[in-house]
């Protein structure tokens, strides 16, 4: 069976359901049963929520050094981002390395809810604000979409 998602948003509910309907008249009309429908659609982080977490990520990795293999070392903002995520997620899957050493699974922003997002970015903030580890952003604090 095939499925043909439609997304309704207030801004293009009636527009998208008429589609969907002209769709599902066509399967129809060539003798076919139509199965129609409807859940919530958790959508997923928006741009802006993305752009502001690589730019405190950016500023994360610029300003703070963290032990990696029992030494203080530098990362990158996508090895922040891999710490910071496994903390929200409060629950790190760990993988045996291929060569030995361990890999732990984190959680993709790509499919991380508005929220779950917003809950990321307020982690990033938190952890900035900690005397231990202070971080000045480059841009100014707001609030997540």
């Given at each position: 069976?095939?499925?043909?998602?439609?997304?309704?948003?207030?801004?293009?509910?009636?527009?998208?359901?008429?589609?969907?309907?002209?769709?599902?008249?066509?399967?129809?009309?060539?003798?076919?049963?139509?199965?129609v429908s409807v859940s919530e659609c958790k959508t997923t982080r928006t741009l802006e929520q993305n752009s502001k977490?690589?730019?405190?990520?950016?500023?994360?990795?610029?300003?703070?050094?963290?032990?990696?293999?029992?030494?203080?070392?530098?990362?990158?903002?996508?090895?922040?981002?891999?710490?910071?995520?496994?903390?929200?997620?409060?629950?790190?899957?760990?993988?045996?390395?291929?060569?030995?050493?361990?890999?732990?699974?984190?959680?993709?922003?790509?499919?991380?809810?508005?929220?779950?997002?917003?809950?990321?970015?307020?982690?990033?903030?938190?952890?900035?604000?900690?005397?231990?580890?202070?971080?000045?952003?480059?841009?100014?604090?707001?609030?997540?979409?």
């Amino acid at each position: 069976m095939t499925t043909h998602p439609f997304i309704l948003q207030t801004s293009n509910a009636r527009e998208r359901m008429k589609s969907a309907w002209l769709f599902a008249c066509r399967f129809l009309e060539l003798g076919k049963s139509v199965k129609v429908s409807v859940s919530e659609c958790k959508t997923t982080r928006t741009l802006e929520q993305n752009s502001k977490m690589w730019a405190m990520l950016g500023d994360v990795a610029d300003q703070v050094q963290w032990f990696v293999d029992g030494k203080l070392e530098w990362l990158d903002p996508e090895e922040w981002k891999d710490i910071f995520t496994a903390a929200l997620k409060k629950h790190q899957r760990v993988s045996a390395g291929i060569d030995g050493g361990f890999v732990i699974l984190g959680a993709r922003t790509s499919r991380m809810t508005i929220g779950e997002m917003g809950d990321l970015i307020e982690l990033v903030y938190a952890f900035g604000a900690d005397p231990k580890h202070p971080v000045a952003w480059t841009e100014p604090m707001r609030e997540a979409a």
